[in-house]
């Protein structure tokens, strides 16, 4: 199988652009940010079978720690945040969840941090669209949770057979509560901070 590149549509869609908006935005209101991280340990690379996109990620140690209790090579490594995310991420308020391993939440306590703030509605970005940003979005929709996707605060790649981004775009749009832009995601959450 041939993987395009995240960044084409990374840089079409302003992702990191806006998701640092967000990062802001949501500081200022006072909300609670929550990280849902992709790590993978050692221990991980002996699962006896694995998705095309698995292997591909294994291969290229693209999420990898030393270990769950190891941040040796944690700092500029794939796994680590960008550069440009630390400030929001690192100030001590961010709520970072364990790890998710495959693409969705299933395995790791975001649900579980979500509920003992008792927090029923969502606000998802992501890299990755059609990915893990999806896979959050349909089980926090299960787990009952309103969730809206901000469209432009992602991003997929592009294969042969298609376009990553627009399948997920299509479905966000059938299965999210709602999809906004960063824009109207700022907007809402500015009148949150004045209405506090």
Not at 90 to 103: A, L, Q, R
Not at 142 to 163: I, L, N, R, S, Y
Request: charge should be negative; proline fraction near 4%.
């Amino acid at each position: 199988m041939t993987w395009g590149v995240v960044g084409e549509s990374v840089t079409e869609n302003n992702t990191v652009e806006n998701i640092d908006v967000l990062f802001k935005s949501a500081k200022e209101a006072g909300l609670p940010v929550f990280i849902s991280p992709h790590y993978y340990y050692p221990t991980d690379h002996d699962w006896k079978f694995e998705g095309a996109l698995e292997v591909l990620m294994h291969n290229i140690k693209m999420f990898d720690r030393k270990g769950a209790l190891n941040l040796e090579g944690f700092e500029g490594s794939g796994a680590d945040w960008l550069e440009r995310y630390k400030p929001y991420i690192e100030d001590g308020k961010t709520i970072i969840t364990s790890p998710h391993k495959v693409y969705g939440p299933e395995a790791n306590d975001l649900v579980l941090q979500l509920r003992k703030r008792k927090i029923d509605k969502v606000v998802l970005a992501g890299m990755s669209a059609n990915l893990c940003v999806e896979s959050h979005l349909r089980e926090l929709l299960e787990q009952g949770f309103e969730v809206a996707v901000v469209a432009d605060a992602t991003a997929g790649a592009k294969v042969p057979e298609g376009d990553g981004y627009e399948a997920a775009l299509v479905n966000f749009r059938f299965i999210a509560n709602a999809v906004m832009s960063t824009e109207e995601v700022t907007h809402a959450l500015s009148e949150i901070s004045v209405s506090a």
